[in-house]
């Protein structure tokens, strides 16, 4: 009987030793795609409206963040000087991206009867533009913590450029156990916290310059009711 050709021979190894070693023969699995969590279901509570034409406009800037984190890798800080990218999963978008369109979410559940707008606002005299800026933002592998740095400033329009407010939140949030999952979760805690501070301060400042612009208006109606009197008495008087 004549042995099989070599070609016959070497497929036959190759399949006998894919079967014996299967792992090593089986492709890698497709990375995890990871979307930061949706915000979770709010009030109601009173929608700000205190007397305006129209409702005030928040506009939000994309975020800044590290330049190691401007694309869909999903990384982790293992040391001072280490960023390592978790090998199992990435962003569904761009993390830069994610946090702003994530923080707007939360924004306009928290500032009912606002505009809150990410690319096409309108620009009224009651427009806010947010800029903000996360550095540094790791998470800490060996620590297992999500840190955090994040400065932001509420301008009174694009076009001004007049600062309203600036404020800061630094955190330090847990990750247990470390996994791009959890870290993901992180985020979306750290951007609840951040949201309900940055809304608070901009409905205080939009009330506080409204009510200021209530009272320069009434006291300019006061200044001229003496006028007005005064007139008025001198008439009577050229009558009498």
Known sequence: MMP???PVRRAALVIGLCG???TSCRTAPDPVMLTLPLPAAAGTPEPFSPGMTAPPVLQIRRVALPEHLLDRHVRYRLGAGTVVNWPDATWADRLDVSITEHLAMRLRAALPGWTVCVRHCPLQP???TLRV???PFDLLQPQGE???DVQWWLDRSALSG?????GQLKHREPVSPPTAATQAVAIGRLLDLLAAQIASLSR??????HEQRQQDDDGQRNAQKPQEDGSHDVVLSIKR
């Open 4 to 6: 099989p050709p070599a």
């Open 20 to 22: 014996l070693l299967a």
């Open 126 to 128: 009651q427009t806010l």
């Open 133 to 135: 800026e996360f550095a």
């Open 146 to 148: 999500l840190v955090a």
């Open 162 to 166: 007049v600062l309203t407010h600036a």
């Open 204 to 209: 205080s400042r939009l009330l506080s310059e």
